[in-house]
C-alpha cells in the first residue's frame, strides 16, 4: 500500500509540523533527568595521550567505533580528542561514532562543540548521517528547539532523519507534533520502518483513550498491510493497547505471534499488573518460566506488585530466592522496591526492611517503599525515623512520592505532635502547588479531624486528578459528614471543561467529567450505608454496573456492606452470591451484616462455609475481624453455647489469638444474656497487657440494660480511670442510677461531665426521601414539619393508647412529673423520623429510619404499636442493629 493512502488513513490533526519558525512553547529546556557536565572534556586542560603522527584517520575511526560499540564512551572521547590533537581530521564515520558517545554520557556542552567542529569541516547538514546523529543527541541531551533546527536543516533527509525526529519528539511528550511528523514523512514519499512504528505507537498510547485507541488501531492495521510482524513492533503494540485499556487486545496479538521475546512477555505481565488482573499476570509469569525465558530485573518488577495485592507471599518469596541466586539482580533498585512494597503488603515489615538494609546502592524509589511499607502498617515512628535518615545520613531530597508517603505517618504518629510542620516543609521543597503533595495534605488534614483545612487546599487546586477528588470525599466520609461526600460525589460528575477539569493521561477525552472509578465507589458507598440512603445506594449499583465495576471486588464488598445497612439484607446477599470473586473482607461484611439483622444461625453457617472454602484451597481464611463479626451475630441472637466454644477454639481450630476486642465481644455476648458475673469475671482472666477498655464498655452496657447498679459502678470506675474524657462512659452511669431512682447519683455524674467538660452526643435519626436525607434531633422544632409532626405523634400516641400502649416513662432519665416524661417521649428523635416517613411516602411504604445511639425501651414499643396501627414495615437501625418492624411485633423478639 503506499504511504498516500496510508496518509489519508490517518486523519489531520490540528498542530503543525515543528519548523525553524516553531512556537515558544516548542522551545522548551531539556528534561529535569538530564545531567550537564560542569566541564567539557573537549575544553579540559588534562594533556592528552601520546600518538602517532603516522597513524591514519582510518585506524583512528575504528578505535573510535570500537570504544563507542562496547559502550566505553568516556574513552571514545578521549580518543577523539587524540585524533585531532594528532593533526587527523574527523569525517562523516567519526562524527556519528563520538556524537553517539556523547548521547551516551548526556553531555550537551561536548555535544554543541562537536557539532560545531562537524560544521566547520562541512559536514553539518551536508552529510545526513551526521545530521540524523546530531537530531538524536540533541533530542538525548538538548531541548525539542535544537532538535528541530537541526532536522529542518537536513537537504536530503532519509528514512533515519524521520526516524530519529519523530522519536525525538516522543522522548519529549509532543505526542501530537510526532504523529503529524509521522504524516508528514509519508507526504514525503519516504517508506515508515518498524522505529518508526514503535514511536507512532507510543505516541497513539499517550493520547485520550478514544482518540488514542483510533489511531492506534489503523497503525495496526497499516503495520498488517506492509507485512511488519517484528517482534519489537508487535510489542510496542502491545504495550499501547494495555495503556489504552484494551488489556485483552493486548492478550490476542500476544498470542497471534510465536517469536516472543523477554520483552513480550514482560509487556503484558506488566499490563496485567497495571490493571489489576493480578491473578493473570501470575499465571503470565509461571508461563514465562515454563518456557525458558530469561527474567530481568522489569519481569521481577512487574510481577512483584500482582504477589502484593494478592498476598501471595509464598510466590513472592520464591520470587526474592531467585533474585538472590542472581547477582544482577539482587543490586536493582527496582526490584529491591518491589520486593520491599511485596513484603509490606503481606504484613512482613521486618522481612521488607532486612531486603531495604542488603540493598547497597539505595535509590529513592527504595527509600520511599520502605517509608510507606512502614506508614501502612502502622510503624509510624519508624516510617518518620527512616525519613529523617534518609534525608540527613544518605543526603537525598524528598520528591512528591516520598512526601506522599511520610504523611500518613505524620498523622498517626503521637511523638510527632507538630503535624502540620510537614506542610510547611513540602512548601519549602516547592511542593505547594504539586498535585500529588495536596492529595496527600488533603487527606492528612481530613484524618486531623481538620476538614476546613482540607477544603482551602481543595478549592485552591488548579489542577485536580480523580485522586483529589477521591479524597475529599474520603475525607466527608470520615469525619461523619456523608451528605458532604453524596453532594461532592454530585459536583465531581458535571465538572466539565472547567480549569479544574485535568484527567489521567489515559481518561478517555480531556475537558469532559469525570467518571467515579472503583475507589470512589468503594469510598461513598459507606456514606450511603451511614444514611441509610438507599436511593442513593441503588443509584450507585446501577452505575457500577453499567461501568463494569460491580464485579470489582472492594466495590463488590461496599455494596454488600451498604444494602446490609440500609435494610436490604436479601439484596446484600444477591450481591454477595453475584460477586466472582469473594475477600475475607467480603466475608466479614456479609456474616456482619447477618448479625446485625438478627440472623445468627445464618452468620454461623455463613461462617462455616467460608472455613470449608479457605480448607479447599480458597484465598479468604478467617482473621481476627471475622471472629469479631461472628461474635456479635451470636450476641444478637443470644448464641451463648456457640459463641463460646468458638472462643475457646479459635486458636487451637483456626489459629487466631484471641485479642482484646475478642474479649469484648464475648464479654457482651454474656452480658447481653444477664450472665453478668460470668462477664465480670471474664474481664478479669483477660491478660495484663491487653487493653480492657472495650470490654469493661461491654460490661457497662449490660449492667445498664439489666439495671446492676453494683457491677455498673465497678465498670464505670474502671472506664472512667482509663478513658476520663469519653462521655458515653458518664451517660451510661447515669442511666443506671437513674433508673433505680437513685437521682442525686445521677445528678453527681452529670457534675462531673461538665466539669470534666465533656459533653454527650445528642441523639438523632434520619431518613431519606426524594434522593435527600431528613435528620431529626430529640424534640426537633427547626424542621419545616416539625409542628406537623409532633401533631401527627400526639393523636396517633392516642390510637395506640387504645390498642393497649403504655409509655415506659423509665426510659425519660430526668426527675420531672410523669405528664411531662410522657411528652418528652413522645419527642424522641426516632419517632419523629418515623411520622416524617408515614406523612410523605404513599400507604404501604416501607420506612427506612437510621439512629446513632441505642433505641429506648419505649419507641421500640411504640414502633410496634404504630407498624400495627399504620399497617406499614418499619426498619429502624441503631447504633447496635437492626429492628424489622411488622403487625406488631420485632425481628429482635425483644433481645437486644
Request: proline share 4%.
Amino acid at each position: 500500500m503506499s504511504s498516500c493512502n496510508c496518509h489519508q488513513l490517518l486523519s489531520p490533526l490540528p498542530l503543525p509540523l515543528p519548523s525553524s519558525h516553531s512556537p515558544p512553547s516548542l522551545q522548551t529546556q531539556p528534561p529535569p533527568s538530564i545531567q550537564k557536565p560542569t566541564a567539557s572534556p573537549l575544553t579540559s586542560k588534562t594533556p592528552p595521550k601520546p600518538t602517532s603522527p603516522s597513524r591514519s584517520t582510518a585506524s583512528w575511526v575504528d578505535a573510535l567505533r570500537s570504544r563507542t560499540r562496547s559502550n566505553d564512551f568516556r574513552e571514545a572521547i578521549s580518543t577523539y580528542i587524540e585524533m585531532t590533537v594528532s593533526g587527523a581530521r574527523p569525517d562523516n564515520f567519526a562524527f556519528p561514532a563520538i556524537l553517539k558517545a556523547v548521547s551516551g554520557l548526556q553531555d550537551l556542552k561536548t555535544g554543541e562543540q562537536i557539532h560545531a567542529a562537524a560544521v566547520k569541516f562541512g559536514y553539518g547538514s551536508s552529510s545526513v548521517t551526521v545530521a540524523n546523529t546530531l537530531v538524536n543527541m540533541y533530542g538525548k541531551c538538548g531541548g525539542i528547539g535544537d532538535v528541530c533546527k537541526v532536522f529542518d536543516r537536513i537537504t536530503d533527509r532519509d528514512q533515519v532523519s524521520w526516524n530519529s525526529f519523530i522519536a525525538a519528539l516522543c522522548r519529549f511528550e509532543k505526542w501530537e507534533q510526532a504523529l503529524e511528523a509521522f504524516r508528514a514523512m509519508q507526504m514525503e514519499n519516504m517508506e515508515p520502518s518498524s522505529f518508526t512504528l514503535v514511536s507512532v505507537a507510543l505516541a497513539c498510547s499517550n493520547l485520550g483513550v478514544m482518540h488514542g485507541l483510533r489511531l492506534g488501531k489503523q497503525l495496526h492495521g497499516y503495520s498488517l498491510r506492509v507485512g511488519d510482524q517484528k517482534t519489537f513492533t508487535n510489542n510496542a503494540l502491545m504495550a499501547m493497547y494495555a495503556k489504552l485499556r484494551r488489556v485483552d487486545d493486548s492478550k490476542a496479538l500476544f498470542e497471534s505471534f510465536v517469536d516472543r521475546d523477554m520483552v513480550s512477555w514482560n509487556t503484558m505481565i506488566s499490563s496485567f499488573s497495571q490493571s489489576d488482573r493480578f491473578s493473570e499476570a501470575l499465571v503470565f509469569f509461571r508461563l514465562m518460566v515454563l518456557e525458558g525465558v530469561e527474567l530481568d530485573g522489569v519481569t521481577i518488577a512487574s510481577v512483584l506488585p500482582a504477589c502484593s495485592h494478592l498476598e501471595r507471599l509464598d510466590v513472592g518469596k520464591e520470587i526474592h530466592a531467585y533474585v538472590l541466586r542472581n547477582n544482577d539482580l539482587i543490586e536493582n533498585s527496582f526490584v529491591g522496591s518491589a520486593l520491599v512494597d511485596m513484603y509490606c503488603n503481606c504484613r512482613q515489615v521486618e522481612s521488607g526492611r532486612r531486603v531495604f538494609d542488603h540493598i547497597l546502592g539505595r535509590r529513592i524509589e527504595l527509600w520511599n517503599a520502605m517509608i510507606s511499607g512502614y506508614a501502612r502498617n502502622g510503624f509510624d515512628e519508624k516510617a518518620l525515623i527512616l525519613f529523617i535518615e534518609m534525608i540527613k545520613v544518605a543526603g537525598l531530597l524528598p520528591n512528591t512520592t516520598t512526601m506522599a508517603s511520610v504523611m500518613p505517618a505524620c498523622v498517626h504518629c503521637e511523638a510527632f505532635s507538630n503535624k502540620e510542620s510537614i506542610h510547611g516543609y513540602a512548601v519549602k521543597l516547592g511542593f505547594k502547588e504539586n498535585r500529588y503533595v495536596q492529595n496527600a495534605l488533603m487527606d492528612m488534614y481530613s484524618r486531623m479531624g481538620k476538614m476546613d483545612i482540607s477544603e482551602n487546599i481543595f478549592d485552591s487546586m488548579e489542577v485536580r486528578d480523580r485522586v483529589s477528588w477521591n479524597t475529599m470525599i474520603t475525607g466527608y466520609v470520615l469525619s461523619g459528614r456523608y451528605s458532604n461526600a453524596l453532594v461532592l460525589l454530585h459536583e465531581m460528575q458535571r465538572m466539565e471543561n472547567t480549569k479544574y477539569v485535568k484527567k489521567d493521561d489515559n481518561d478517555d477525552e480531556k475537558g469532559g467529567p469525570y467518571k467515579p472509578n472503583a475507589i470512589t465507589l468503594m469510598t461513598v458507598l459507606p456514606g450511603c450505608a451511614a444514611l441509610a440512603a438507599l436511593a442513593k445506594g441503588k443509584e450507585i449499583h446501577a452505575y457500577a454496573i453499567r461501568n463494569m465495576l460491580a464485579s470489582d471486588i472492594t466495590v463488590g464488598s461496599a455494596l454488600v456492606d451498604m444494602y446490609a445497612k440500609c435494610g436490604c439484607l436479601n439484596l446484600s446477599r444477591r450481591v454477595f452470591d453475584e460477586m466472582p470473586n469473594k475477600n475475607v473482607i467480603t466475608w466479614n461484611v456479609l456474616i456482619m451484616a447477618c448479625g446485625m439483622h438478627g440472623k445468627g444461625e445464618e452468620a454461623l453457617e455463613l461462617f462455616k462455609n467460608m472455613v470449608a472454602e479457605a480448607g479447599r484451597g480458597g484465598e479468604a481464611k478467617p482473621n481476627e475481624v471475622t471472629f469479631i463479626t461472628v461474635f456479635a451475630a451470636c450476641s444478637h441472637s443470644g448464641l451463648i453455647s456457640e459463641g463460646l466454644n468458638l472462643f475457646y477454639r479459635m486458636k487451637h481450630d483456626h489459629g487466631v489469638e484471641p485479642t482484646s476486642d475478642h474479649y469484648a465481644c464475648v464479654v457482651d455476648l454474656l452480658g447481653r444474656a444477664g450472665q453478668l458475673e460470668e462477664a465480670y469475671e471474664l474481664v478479669n482472666t483477660m491478660p495484663a497487657e491487653f487493653d480492657k477498655v472495650g470490654a469493661w464498655s461491654s460490661l457497662l452496657g449490660a449492667c445498664r440494660i439489666h439495671q446492676n447498679v453494683e457491677l455498673g459502678e465497678v465498670a464505670a470506675k474502671n472506664l472512667l480511670h482509663l478513658e476520663p474524657n469519653v462521655a458515653s462512659h458518664y451517660v451510661l452511669l447515669s442511666n443506671i442510677y437513674s433508673s433505680a431512682g437513685l437521682w442525686n447519683k445521677a445528678m453527681e455524674v452529670r457534675k462531673n461531665m461538665r466539669q470534666m467538660g465533656v459533653k454527650k452526643e445528642p441523639g438523632c435519626s434520619w431518613i431519606e426521601f426524594r434522593d435527600e436525607v431528613h435528620k431529626f434531633m430529640a424534640g426537633d422544632v427547626y424542621h419545616p414539619q416539625s409542628e406537623h409532626l409532633h401533631g401527627f405523634l400526639e393523636t396517633l400516641s392516642e390510637k395506640m393508647r387504645k390498642e393497649g400502649y403504655v409509655p415506659d416513662t423509665s426510659c425519660v432519665l430526668h426527675n420531672v412529673d410523669e405528664d411531662e416524661k410522657e411528652n418528652l417521649l413522645c419527642g424522641h428523635s426516632e419517632k419523629l423520623a418515623i411520622a416524617f416517613g408515614i406523612l410523605n411516602t404513599p400507604p404501604g411504604t416501607t420506612i427506612r429510619v437510621a439512629k446513632n445511639l441505642r433505641v429506648c425501651n419505649d419507641c421500640h414499643v411504640a414502633t410496634k404499636f404504630i407498624s400495627k396501627i399504620m399497617e406499614r414495615e418499619i426498619i429502624v437501625r441503631d447504633v447496635r442493629r437492626f429492628h424489622h418492624f411488622k403487625e406488631g411485633t420485632c425481628s429482635c423478639g425483644d433481645y437486644w
